[in-house]
């Protein structure tokens, strides 16, 4: 039997913080399971802790999902599995290693910050928030983000991202850098569908690797201003500089709001 | 106008409402009138092309002087090319577009819960008197461990999943507000409090004001992931994935931006006036190993306390999916057949794909069963549940629960006039019109959907009673108390059913 282990400790300036170790192996090397460690987790939340540090994480999936408090930051050191942070709506995740499949599925407010690279699925149907991937990430990053009212998802990806990025986007920015990366940083199917929101590419992107609904257009001041914050918050968490060489930077946006006006006939018959 | 654009213009009147003597031009139908249908002039009521047939002005005639009637087609009749085919034909013609319906598909085709008939109790198996011995219809909703496992005392050791208990083997379908008005969905689960079973949230999110249903809301997560946040898995008493649905198996949803208003603006978490589409696939969902993983996170977020069941179409391999689904973690598994409603659907889907429910359940009864699953998960099954026969004869062909829409949507004003695409429905339903939404009372709609469901309920113990039978667990199943009286032998073996005059033997 695996089991984690965690010590919740009162600091000086009155915080409270938390350390799980879930380095611990079965006699056959796995890995505690994913639901002992959540469990873990919601119950030191429980117990007040407001700073969590996670350590010896080896693919465990769904950690933090659906927390909710806004005060509460969460480190792991390791390898999380598939869907950090789901749902999430609040916390700070900062992640000193790789992330899996389906990172910040769903999240509604709070940040995510990988050291590193998340794979496929990053941010899907995000409506709030931000995720920050220092290195790359893989396909359908960003898909079907959406905004409302004050909340507006952002995802920063450091290098390069696959294809799919921004299908069925409503709302929200998408920011890839494509650091190390000397051909476009992105794949094809660029925001195909999307009705909303703006992706910014720096870095060479051809027509055809634009999905339907969406068309290269020049950034305007709207877009320099969200391209500084996103770029200096980048450049905050991982401790690197980005040229703002503007001329760089390309904006993808979709043609219209109402993709769909005029494909369907509702005559009664 | 061109004759280009005349084409068409025949359409405007399928129906016409016929104004008898006893008129006294109160002009209560041209208020009642969402479509425009009719105008007062001159003093007088007439018709003004546009009639759907919605019935309302019928119904709030306080003379009684309105009769509906179907407009003869104009054109020749032609047995291949009927007047639908050629309207079809004009329509397209005209405006290049993918043609919308709502509610269940009006194409005539064999009910087959028709051709199925019950069995009854004679002389060896006594039937039992329901209004004087107790018949048992609680119906839970979950997973079990699929074996009964007692204590040294003989106590029940648990081993199940979270689960529901229901009142009855039925449950409220579907219905995203944003298809229908917040009273609307007040009413169903309004009624479904009363009548302690679940009704669906439908994908639209879950009002605030909604929220003290919580414990009677199947709370739904469709592709589009609209209103899903943590508050909205914790106010409710289950939840439900939705894979697919059968008036649009394999389509996405799309709520035009004329009825994002603010309210459901606000209850989706979108932008007023774009377009709410629901991607067709879960993007995050490609295989049973993603589903699996999009369980495994709801029962990870709602803390392992709720029941998160799938609904799917009911679709060619659906035994086969449905076992995926099942070994995918699936609490209760949700089938609808192909002549479900839908608040609007392409028609040419609506029209022609998937496959009848009464096939669809004994496909995966028998599926699971083969495979040993069919013990650990709930079966629900809709799709044109129309009366307490059809759910009858659904529970004994293999499923647990009838799930019922638009049923409950007639008992509180809908008169099946396949509209809800056009956002105009005159009954208060299907609308986003709040001089259209206040003409329903959820309390009203609530009470009439009660009195629906309690109805069935009656009827279903008097043909338990009939049967011989004390419990509905006892029928789910039990494909020996039917007999198919239809067309087509091969249905019933497909059903597992045997034909009328074969008996027990």
Redesign the interface.
């Given at each position: 039997m695996t089991s984690v282990t965690s010590d919740v400790r009162i600091m000086r300036d009155g915080r409270k913080e938390a350390t799980i170790d879930a380095s611990s192996r079965d006699p056959h090397g796995r890995p505690v399971d994913?639901?002992t460690l959540?469990e873990e987790i919601?119950r030191v939340i429980a117990a007040g802790a407001d700073r969590i540090s996670v350590t010896g994480v080896m693919g465990q999936?769904?950690i933090a999902?659906?927390?909710?408090d806004r005060e509460l930051y969460i480190r792991i050191d390791g390898t999380p599995g598939?869907?950090l942070g789901?749902?999430l709506?609040g916390p700070t995740i900062e992640v000193f290693g790789n992330a899996q499949?389906?990172t910040g599925?769903?999240m509604?407010c709070g940040r995510i910050i990988v050291h590193g690279n998340a794979w496929d699925?990053t941010g899907?149907?995000a409506?709030g928030g931000r995720i920050l991937i220092r290195d790359s990430s893989g396909y359908?990053v960003g898909?079907?983000m959406?905004?409302?009212?004050g909340?507006v998802p952002s995802i920063i990806i450091g290098g390069r991202v696959g294809d799919y990025l921004g299908?069925?986007m409503?709302?929200g920015s998408i920011l890839v850098l494509g650091n190390g990366s000397r051909r476009s940083p992105a794949g094809s199917s660029i925001g195909a569908?999307m009705?909303?929101g703006s992706i910014y590419v720096r870095g060479p992107v051809e027509e055809h690797q634009l999905g339907i609904g969406a068309a290269l257009q020049p950034l305007d001041d709207t877009d320099r201003q969200r391209l500084e914050d996103m770029i200096s918050d980048f450049e905050r968490c991982f401790s690197l500089r980005v040229t703002r060489n503007w001329p760089e930077y390309l904006k993808i946006a979709p043609l219209s709001?109402?993709?769909?006006?005029?494909?369907?006939?509702?005559?009664?018959? | 106008m061109s004759a280009a654009e005349r084409q068409g213009s025949v359409f405007r009147d399928r129906f016409r409402p016929f104004i008898s003597e006893d008129c006294v031009r109160c002009g209560r139908c041209v208020k009642e009138c969402s479509f425009d249908a009719l105008v007062k002039q001159e003093g007088r009521i007439v018709a003004n092309g546009g009639c759907v047939a919605c019935m309302r002005c019928v119904e709030m005639c306080p003379s009684s002087a309105i009769e509906v009637r179907h407009a003869p087609p104009q054109m020749a009749p032609h047995p291949t090319f009927t007047g639908r085919v050629r309207e079809s034909i004009i329509a397209q013609a005209g405006s290049g577009g993918v043609l919308l319906s709502s509610c269940g598909t009006d194409l005539p085709y064999d009910v087959i819960f028709d051709d199925i008939v019950l069995d009854a109790a004679q002389v060896t198996n006594p039937s039992i008197d329901p209004l004087r011995e107790p018949i048992e219809t609680i119906t839970f909703v979950g997973r079990r461990s699929g074996r009964v496992r007692l204590d040294d005392g003989g106590r029940l050791l648990g081993g199940s999943g979270p689960l529901v208990a229901m009142d009855m083997p039925l449950m409220l379908g579907h219905v995203s507000l944003g298809a229908v008005s917040l009273n609307a969905q007040e009413a169903l689960f309004m009624a479904a409090e009363k009548l302690n079973v679940l009704a669906g949230s439908g994908e639209g999110g879950l009002h605030p004001d909604m929220y003290r249903y919580a414990d009677h809301v199947n709370s739904e997560v469709a592709s589009g992931r609209f209103g899903v946040t943590p508050e909205y898995l914790r106010r409710t008493a289950a939840v439900e994935i939705k894979i697919g649905q059968g008036a649009k198996p394999g389509h996405g949803g799309h709520l035009p931006g004329e009825k994002v208003t603010e309210l459901i603006s606000s209850t989706r978490m979108i932008p007023m006036g774009t377009d709410a589409l629901s991607p067709y696939p879960h993007h995050d969902i490609y295989s049973i190993e993603d589903l699996q993983q999009l369980i495994a996170v709801l029962k990870e977020s709602t803390e392992y306390q709720v029941p998160v069941g799938v609904k799917i179409a009911a679709v060619h391999n659906v035994g086969a999916i449905a076992s995926g689904v099942v070994r995918a973690g699936a609490d209760f598994i949700t089938v609808d057949g192909f002549r479900g409603g839908t608040g609007s659907s392409p028609r040419v889907i609506r029209d022609h794909a998937g496959i009848p429910i009464e096939v669809a359940i004994a496909a995966v009864d028998r599926r699971l069963s083969q495979e040993g699953l069919r013990n650990r998960v709930t079966l629900c099954a809709g799709g044109t549940i129309r009366g307490s026969a059809d759910m009858i004869k659904a529970l004994a062909l293999g499923a647990d629960v009838a799930m019922v829409c638009t049923a409950a949507l007639v008992a509180m004003g809908c008169r099946v006039c396949q509209s809800c695409h056009r956002g105009v429905c005159a009954w208060g339903i299907a609308t986003q019109r709040p001089e259209l939404t206040s003409r329903l009372d959820p309390e009203q709609g609530a009470r009439r959907i009660v009195n629906l469901f309690h109805a069935w309920n009656e009827e279903l113990k008097e043909v338990l009673g009939a049967m011989g039978i004390d419990s509905v667990e006892s029928l789910v199943g039990n494909r020996d108390r039917l007999r198919y009286l239809g067309p087509n032998p091969k249905l019933a073996e497909i059903m597992g059913i045997k034909h009328i005059g074969e008996g027990w033997g």
């Open positions: 994913q639901q959540n919601r999936r769904y999902s659906a927390c909710t598939n869907g789901a749902f709506d499949d389906m599925n769903t509604a699925v899907l149907a409506r359908r898909i079907h959406k905004e409302y009212g909340s299908e069925y409503a709302g569908g009705h909303g709001s109402r993709p769909f006006c005029g494909h369907f006939d509702p005559i009664p018959i | -």
